[in-house]
């Protein structure tokens, strides 16, 4: 799964905050165990003097959790108030992080977390007298 996170902001700050993201990113062991971080790009944003976008990616395995990437992220945002936003975009869903509050933070795990398929529902074989109780349980 694809993941892009991005930084925008000033020119002057916006690489050296994407940098340190990264290097955030890969000593957080929730994070690079299921994951890669990759700098794929730096430009400039529109016709807008002085502004750049740095983009991060993280290319997860199947078994990554959003919620390791958000809570990294958000944490690396309380330590750097009035730096520029973390967005990140995964599958058509873009959440952004302006300072990493818990709010931010558990709305962004939500609307991410929304990306995982559903369980699947146990199946039901005919028999007679199955109310789906004991498939409930054997999925618990």
Known sequence: MDIRLTVQGEVHNVAQESLTLRRWL????????????????????????GLSLEEINVIAQTAFSFASLVVAIASWRRQRKGQPPVTIECQGVTVRLLEGTPEETEEAIRSLNALRPEPAEPSDDGSAGDDGAEGADAAC
């Open 26 to 49: 890969v000593h957080n062991p929730p994070v690079i165990s299921s994951a890669e971080v990759s700098f794929p790009r730096s430009t400039r944003v529109g016709a807008q003097p």
